[in-house]
């Protein structure tokens, strides 16, 4: 199995929840300084961390997986062929997980899943969508292969390229000068204006942006307020998702 479950790292945690409720994810694992929310497909999990830590407003890409040993065996076996042997197994603080490594350097870890199944309860329109972004990303995007993500078309011909992740979620790498990062996007597949009510309705912010392939939801971020750290950005994104 596999499905995306990015970790964002926040001081505010209660306005998180709140934002991800009103997106229709649900609290399906944890309590007060870690919690993980489901969607239909994906998860993230938020992790409270100090107001003004270094950490504070990121995102570590990473995902879940059912057996980390086979998932090692695979992801390594699909490189053979380059050469690479880009996945380990190790210890992280939290327990055993496999760390995948990419050639331009990016590093993310996949865990063993708390459970298999998608919530029945979570909004089934939203998707939890994980940002690479990387000067090299044929690179990323090969790596993501290995790890047994599938390639779905994009609308553009650039360097962009998005995955599925068989078990819930989306993976999409982007262009960006400057050592690889990770980000934090969400998907909508259908209208957007039920989920704009909804958000506002529960005191967010939100805008709508007609762009060249997709119209956009833009929230306004919970970390945002009273920083000016360049990695925090003043909205997050919910993409509609066109078939």
């Excluded at 262009?175 to 597949?189: C, H, K, V």
């Excluded at 958000?199 to 919970?222: K, M, Y």
């Amino acid at each position: 199995m596999l499905r995306v479950r990015p970790l964002h790292f926040t001081s505010n945690i209660e306005a998180w929840a709140r934002l991800l409720t009103a997106l229709g994810m649900v609290l399906t694992e944890g309590d007060g300084g870690f919690r993980v929310y489901d969607s239909a497909a994906g998860r993230l999990a938020l992790h409270e961390v100090p107001k003004g830590s270094a950490e504070e407003g990121t995102t570590a890409l990473a995902v879940e997986v059912g057996d980390l040993a086979e998932f090692t065996r695979r992801t390594n076996q699909a490189a053979e062929a380059e050469g690479t042997t880009p996945a380990e197994l190790t210890s992280a603080d939290h327990g055993e997980a496999c760390r995948i490594t990419a050639p331009d350097g990016f590093s993310f870890l996949a865990d063993k899943a708390a459970h298999g199944a998608q919530c029945a309860d979570a909004d089934p329109a939203l998707a939890v969508v994980a940002v690479w972004f990387t000067e090299d990303p044929d690179a990323a995007s090969r790596t993501l292969r290995q790890i047994g993500a599938r390639p779905r078309p994009v609308p553009d011909q650039d360097e962009t390229a998005d995955f599925t992740a068989k078990n819930g979620g989306v993976l999409v790498v982007r262009p960006a000068a400057g050592p690889a990062r990770s980000g934090l996007g969400f998907e909508y597949d259908g209208g957007l204006e039920p989920l704009q009510e909804r958000l506002a309705s529960a005191g967010f912010q939100v805008s709508v942006t007609e762009e060249a392939f997709a119209r956009t939801l833009h929230v306004a971020n919970p970390d945002a307020p009273g920083t000016s750290a360049a990695h925090v950005p003043e909205t997050l994104w919910i993409s509609q998702r066109h078939a």
